[in-house]
């Protein structure tokens, strides 16, 4: 079946400016979640969705940040006025969450590079 | 809050040789353990977990770990390197939220290099 699926593969924008990164997961996943893989912080958790809960947002670096999961499937991660140190590979990742406690694998997908000019 | 150790950015080993990637965590309650493999332009792939049990685990591609809690590692190790294994590599400890889900944080990943 079908993996992760991420778009664009790349973005190119301008300081200030804002973009929005689409992630599509594994059919069936509950859990999605949002990862930040930088040169110099490496890789960063940044937001992850639990079926219906309320999102865990601890790992976003600002207020320009946020995401949402429509229908619980797709997710938009949305970063406003963009900086430079935004620039980073952003990753996407679902897994099955089908219990409490679970040990589901992440499956990630192939990012979405973002360079901010 | 939970952080992992890869002591090593870049390792060179011959192919035949024997690999071992060293990874230290620090968490309070029992980890989960991961190890990923992340190639040129691919995304993360997983190799191998650890939640409980037998604290040696078999992974893909011919790779094992061992949890060894009273020295806080989880050592990757592979007895024989092919080419296709040079990549990077990254450990991961996993914090869960009780609900099925939980959000990783990853060493800073150890590039590995293979001579023919």
């Known amino acids: 079946g079908a993996g992760v699926s991420q778009s664009p593969s790349n973005k190119v924008t301008e300081k200030g400016k804002d973009v929005e990164l689409r992630c599509d997961p594994i059919?069936?996943?509950?859990?999605l979640y949002w990862y930040r893989q930088s040169l110099g912080q490496g890789l960063e958790f940044l937001i992850y969705f639990q079926g219906n809960s309320a999102p865990d947002k601890s790992g976003l670096p600002s207020d320009r940040f946020s995401a949402e999961r429509t229908g619980g499937s797709v997710s938009t991660l949305t970063i406003q006025r963009t900086q430079q140190e935004d620039s980073a590979v952003y990753l996407c990742?679902?897994?099955?969450?089908?219990?409490?406690?679970?040990?589901?694998?992440?499956?990630f997908g192939p990012g979405t590079r973002l360079t901010v000019l | 809050a939970q952080s992992v150790t890869q002591p090593d950015i870049h390792i060179t080993v011959s192919e035949g040789a024997s690999l071992e990637l060293r990874c230290n965590y620090s968490y309070g309650a029992t980890p989960y353990l991961f190890w990923y493999v992340q190639s040129p332009g691919q995304g993360l792939q997983l190799l191998l977990k650890?939640?409980?049990?037998?604290?040696l685990v078999q992974g893909i591609k011919g790779f094992e770990a061992e949890f060894k809690r009273s020295q806080s590692s989880f050592n990757l190790r592979k007895p024989s390197v092919h080419w296709s294994d040079a990549a990077e590599y990254f450990c991961a400890v996993g914090e869960g939220s009780g609900a099925g889900s939980y959000q990783l944080t990853f060493g800073k990943g150890t590039k590995l290099s293979v001579i023919p």
């Open positions: 990742a679902s897994s099955l969450a089908s219990r409490p406690g679970g040990t589901d694998t992440q499956y």
């Open positions: 059919s069936g996943h509950t859990a």
């Open positions: 650890y939640f409980s049990g037998d604290t």
